[in-house]
Structures are given as C-alpha cells and as structure tokens.
C-alpha cells in the first residue's frame, strides 16, 4: 500500500537549519509531484513547497522562498525539505503529500518548533 514517512522534525533555535525527509513506497514515485506542508495549531494546513517529477521545477510558498530548497531522488523514492534560517513562525507539524489521478495520500507528519 501507498506509504509516506516523514523525519527530521525536531526543537530547533532561531536561525537554525533541519533537513526533513520523505520516505515513500507503495506507488511509482518517478511518476508524481510531491508535496510539502504544514500545519500550525489554530491555523489552516498550508502549501510549503512542491517538485515535479523529474526535480527540474519547484515552488513555494512566498513566507519561506529563499529559505527553503525541496529536492527528491527518484532512484531512492525520497522527497526532502531543506530549512534554513528557521523562524519561530516556521513552527508546526510538517506532512509530505502525494496526489494524483485517483492518488491522494498524507504523511503522519513531523513536528518542528523553533525556539530559543
């Protein structure tokens, strides 16, 4: 079945870096978008970033461009997160996502806080 793991997450200062990471297996992983987002509490899930399939075309949201990089490597079926310069408004859990056709599948997510 269609599984996506995320890891990464953790308690980060202000002005630090995490890298997140998305395994994934169940589908063919060449074949799809990926999806970065998050989720504050009280807040609305949010669109963080995407990637086309080949990695060649990425986007995202305007309250994290130049701060975050998505990448994927369709040999391993990984899709990840770069955060650098972390702000304390970047706190929530973050979920991978793959949609598609009749595919729509979520992470459990993983948390990030960023604290001093």
């Known amino acids: 079945q269609v599984q996506l793991v995320e890891s990464g997450g953790g308690l980060v200062q202000p002005g630090g870096s995490l890298r997140l990471a998305c395994a994934t297996s169940g589908f063919t992983f060449r074949n799809y978008v990926m999806y970065w987002y998050r989720q504050a509490p009280g807040k609305e899930r949010e669109l963080v970033a995407d990637i086309s399939r080949t990695g060649a075309s990425t986007n995202y949201a305007d309250s994290v461009k130049g701060r975050f990089t998505i990448s994927r490597d369709n040999a391993k079926n990984m899709v990840y997160l770069q955060m650098n310069s972390l702000k304390p408004e970047d706190t929530a859990v973050y979920y991978c996502?793959?949609?598609?056709?009749?595919?729509?599948?979520w992470g459990q997510g993983t948390q990030v806080t960023v604290s001093s």
């Open positions: 996502n793959v949609r598609g056709g009749l595919l729509n599948r």
